[in-house]
Structure formats: structure tokens, C-alpha cells
């Protein structure tokens, strides 16, 4: 059981970045607050494994996997995934997109080129609604699930000034 109640965490690894894996209680990794950035390298690689659920109430979460192989990225869970609050980026390469409930709103998985740098989200008023920076590989795809989101409003992802992608949220 993994469970991060707030704080800064920054991590990098050549294997699982966190893993709730099977013992004496169901595995479970559970987000209620703080920043979370999580790179993995390539391989056979989830930058968060649960054999079990993951559950995500608060918090900012990047979570990016560089996988070359196998069956994970940025999240791999054996269960179900409940993300209603906070905000959740996965980045990589074959990114699933996780179900979620409550006021999130997910993009989807959406296909584009994330070379490493600083990116943000920004509203159509040009407010910027979120930020982040990817790594040392370059990544295929992405979705943000986020209760920062609203439907209906397009946002668009720069990096730098550069547009990378638009869309309004369904």
C-alpha cells in the first residue's frame, strides 16, 4: 500500500517509479495531495504500478514512461483507476487512458510528439491552467485528466511558445 497525503516528490528509475504490489493487504496506490513526478526509463517499465486499484482524490501527478516493451507506461494497474480530484499526466508511448468519475475531465489519449522541456496548458482566454516538464526521452502520447479541465472550453499545449496541440474539452 502506497499512499502520498502531500509533499514534493521527484523520482527517476530503471524500473517501477511506485509499485503496490500483492501481500498481506490488497495493493493499492492512493494520491490525496502534493506534487508528484515520476520518470522511468525504457523497458519493461511503469512509472506507477499497482497490482491492485489506484485511487487519486487530490494532487498533481506526471507520470512518464519511456516503455519500449511489455504492457505498462505512465499507469499499469491490475484493478480499476478513480482519479475525481486533482490532476493526472501520462506521458509516454502507449498510454491507456485511465476511466475516471466525480468532475474530472480527461482528454483522452491524444497522439503527438513530447520532445524533453517545459510545457503548459492554457485556456482559450490564454490563462494557463497547468505546467510541466518532460524528461530526457522523447514521448508519443499523452492524456491529462484533470478536475482543472472544464467542457466545452479549448485549451491549447505549448512548449515555449510553440502550439503543439488544441482541443476542446468533450
Known amino acids: 500500500m502506497v499512499k502520498i497525503t502531500g509533499g514534493i516528490i521527484k523520482l527517476f528509475s530503471t524500473d517501477d517509479g511506485i509499485n503496490a504490489t500483492t501481500g498481506s493487504l490488497s495493493p493499492i496506490v492512493e ?7 515520476i520518470s522511468v526509463g525504457t523497458g519493461d517499465t ?7 486499484t489506484y485511487v487519486q482524490t487530490g494532487g498533481f501527478v506526471v507520470s512518464m514512461s519511456a516503455l519500449s516493451g511489455g504492457m505498462g ?6 484493478g480499476s483507476v ?12 502507449s498510454e491507456r487512458v485511465p476511466s475516471s ?8 489519449s491524444i497522439a503527438l510528439s513530447l520532445s524533453p522541456g517545459n510545457y503548459v496548458v492554457k485556456d482559450q482566454s490564454g490563462q494557463i491552467i497547468m505546467n510541466f ?3 530526457t526521452y522523447t514521448y508519443s502520447r499523452l492524456f491529462i485528466t484533470s478536475d482543472q479541465l472544464k467542457q466545452g472550453t479549448t485549451y ?9 496541440k488544441t482541443w476542446t474539452q468533450t
Open 31 to 37: 494520491v490525496t495531495g502534493g506534487y508528484i513526478e
Open 46 to 52: 511503469d512509472a506507477i504500478d499497482s497490482n491492485g
Open 73 to 78: 507506461g505512465a499507469l499499469d494497474t491490475d
Open 82 to 93: 478513480s482519479i475525481t480530484g486533482g490532476t493526472f499526466i501520462g506521458i509516454g508511448s
Open 101 to 108: 468519475s466525480g468532475n474530472n475531465r480527461s482528454t483522452g
Open 133 to 135: 516538464t518532460t524528461s
Open 156 to 164: 491549447t499545449l505549448y512548449r515555449g511558445e510553440s502550439s503543439v
